[in-house]
């Protein structure tokens, strides 16, 4: 298995510009997670979604950012429009039922 | 809210010797716990995970311990090695939601 697949992997915009970040999780898992890591704040849960439902947004910082989930092989977290302060390393992780949730390498976001 | 903690933010071992990593989490029903491995520009990668009706589980030179009475889990890792230098974080789960509690996460650095 590939693992969960993220994209892009390094990303530098401009402040006020549309940020769109994507995932592709494991197949099979059904449950899938946005997390935002800071070297302030550490791993921070944005949003989770199970059987393509987002469940629980209250993570999202505010009305700045949105995720969807199409399908159940893809996912994105969008930013529009980004400011310096998202700049950040975003994950995305899925998993089975249960579990441990098995986590993409991630997309670093650096707004300017 | 919940919490979980590490005890220390940076660990230095001698590159042959045993590391302890300490965490404590705040909410006692918390009944799955994980230690994750994040290297440098990846993802958290799972090491081993334990499920509160049990008190040890071993894996390959790495060992997890749980205390419920005083809310503490460890990794032990036997012959720490170049390899493992990285930073390492426990999650707690509670079942029945679907959060993870991350720590903010122990740098391991080896010296040879």
């Known amino acids: 298995d590939a693992g969960v697949i993220q994209s892009p992997r390094h990303e530098v915009t401009e402040m006020g510009q549309e940020v769109t970040l994507r995932c592709k999780p494991i197949?099979?898992?059904?449950?899938l997670f946005w997390y935002r890591q800071t070297m302030m704040r550490g791993l921070e849960l944005l949003i989770y979604?199970?059987?393509?439902?987002?469940?629980?947004d209250s993570g999202m910082p505010e009305d700045r950012f949105s995720a969807k989930m199409p399908n159940a092989s893809f996912s994105t977290l969008k930013i529009q429009p980004s400011e310096p302060r998202d700049s950040a390393v975003y994950f995305c992780?899925?998993?089975?039922?249960?579990?441990?949730?098995?986590f993409g390498e991630g997309s670093r976001l650096t707004v300017l | 809210g919940e919490s979980v903690g590490l005890h220390l933010p940076t660990l230095s071992v001698q590159e042959g010797d045993n590391s302890i990593i300490n965490c404590a989490y705040s909410n006692s029903a918390s009944d799955y716990f994980i230690w994750y491995k994040q290297e440098s520009g990846k993802g958290p990668q799972f090491i081993i995970d334990?499920?509160?009706?049990?008190d040890k589980r071993q894996g390959q030179r790495v060992t997890v311990l749980l205390n419920k009475t005083v809310k503490h889990l460890s990794l032990q890792i036997a012959a720490t090695q170049p390899g493992d230098s990285a930073v390492y974080f426990c999650a707690a789960y509670t079942s029945g939601t679907y959060k993870y509690i991350f720590g903010t996460g122990t740098r391991l650095k080896v010296l040879a």
């Open positions: 334990i499920r509160s009706n049990m």
């Open positions: 979604f199970n059987n393509n439902v987002p469940i629980d």
């Open positions: 992780a899925s998993r089975p039922t249960s579990g441990e949730l098995f």
């Open positions: 197949s099979g898992h059904n449950s």
